[in-house]
């Protein structure tokens, strides 16, 4: 089966002419449905990192993690499951932060896991229960 590439308005959930569960149904890829810019987090995914602004889930669409800034500059983040479930799925996760370049040009963090705030010191981990 071949994958449906979708009009460049309908790549970003919620927008455009056709609604996720039609295009889906007519075989367009899951995948085609993150937002621009996002990281696919899939269920089986235990841990990620990166300079990553906004995490969704691959096969709805929904975040899961967005850190909070201004500007285009994000800290470097490292995400894993602490009771080795996948993410999606666990109970507790520790999030580390760091701006190795100095890009970032603050003390902390702030960020979004599944709507819920929290703030981090960057270079330290922080243990979030996830909602």
Not at 12 to 29: H, V, W, Y
Not at 31 to 46: H, T
Not at 104 to 129: D, H, N
Request: charged share 20%.
């Amino acid at each position: 089966m071949h994958s449906m590439v979708l009009p460049l308005e309908s790549q970003a959930f919620g927008q455009g002419r056709m609604s996720r569960t039609e295009a889906l149904a007519r075989g367009a890829s899951p995948f085609f449905w993150v937002g621009i810019g996002a990281l696919p987090l899939r269920k089986r995914d235990v841990s990620f990192s990166g300079y990553i602004k906004r995490a969704e889930v691959l096969s709805t669409g929904e975040l899961f993690y967005e850190a909070v800034t201004s500007g285009f500059e994000v800290p470097f983040v490292g995400a894993r499951s602490l009771d080795a479930k996948p993410l999606l799925a666990s109970g507790a996760a520790e999030f580390r932060f760091s701006d190795p370049y100095g890009n970032f040009g603050q003390e902390s963090i702030r960020f979004l896991i599944k709507g819920k705030p929290c703030e981090a010191i960057l270079g330290e981990p922080l243990t979030v229960q996830i909602p």
